[in-house]
């Protein structure tokens, strides 16, 4: 099993262009999020999913849009990339609604010129 | 709204000796709480979680936690620090009632050999 794949690992992008990051978990998880992880404040949910179809917006959502169409894909869209979207972006997957640990990706780091 | 502290921004602790890294929270209804440790350019790797049952929880590596409902605190514990145990270590909480997963800000753990 590969677990929690996301690609790009790496994009540089200007100021405006636009960009889309994959997740692909192999676990057949249900729960599916996305967070942002920035020095010194640790990681935030920009959005998530509890299934097929549906999503969800966490703390930091602006700026940010996702499509879950898929049960092993969570796409998360940046229609127009500013710098203060320049982070290391994670997704994680859950097996159980109410008790089951994340797993995580391996980040994709993102700069914004 | 639930939020969860990390009160330490860095713990450096001799190795062999115990380590603490400490984690308070705030959550409306019953509390899930984890630990997770990020090595450099990694995702979050899970160590351990409580949901219910006993207030000492063991978890990989050595690690464990002391759930204390009074105190609002999931303290993460070792008796014995590695210089290997140096990392990022992450406190999150999950709402019983919702799918959202909360961080803490992160504590850098430094053994010193």
């Known amino acids: 099993n590969a677990g929690v794949t996301q690609t790009p690992k790496f994009r540089v992008l200007k100021t405006g262009q636009s960009m889309t990051l994959l997740c692909a978990q192999d676990?057949?998880?249900?729960?599916m999020y996305w967070y942002r992880q920035d020095p010194g404040m640790g990681l935030r949910l920009i959005h998530y999913s509890v299934g097929e179809g549906t999503t969800a917006k966490g703390e930091v959502p602006d700026g940010y849009n996702v499509s879950r169409l898929k049960k092993q894909n969570f796409l998360l869209g940046l229609e127009s990339a500013a710098p203060s979207q320049t982070s290391v972006y994670f997704c994680?997957?859950?097996?159980?609604?109410?008790?089951?640990?994340?797993?995580f990706g391996e980040g994709s780091r993102l700069t914004v010129l | 709204a639930q939020s969860v502290a990390q009160p330490e921004d860095q713990v450096n602790v001799a190795e062999g000796n115990p380590l603490t890294v400490k984690c308070t929270y705030s959550?409306?209804?019953?509390?899930?709480l984890f630990w997770y440790v990020q090595y450099p350019n990694r995702g979050l790797q899970f160590l351990l979680k409580?949901?219910?049952?006993?207030?000492l929880v063991k978890g990989s590596y050595g690690f464990e936690a002391e759930f204390n409902k009074s105190q609002t605190s999931f303290h993460l514990k070792k008796p014995s620090a590695l210089v290997s145990d140096s990392a990022l270590y992450f406190c999150?909480?999950?709402?019983?009632?919702?799918?959202?997963?909360?961080f803490g800000t992160g504590t850098r753990l430094k053994v010193l050999a």
């Open positions: 994680a997957s859950s097996y159980d609604e109410q008790s089951g640990e994340l797993f």
């Open positions: 999150a909480v999950r709402d019983g009632r919702t799918y959202k997963y909360i």
């Open positions: 409580y949901i219910t049952g006993d207030n």
């Open positions: 676990m057949n998880h249900e729960y």
């Open positions: 959550v409306s209804g019953n509390p899930y």
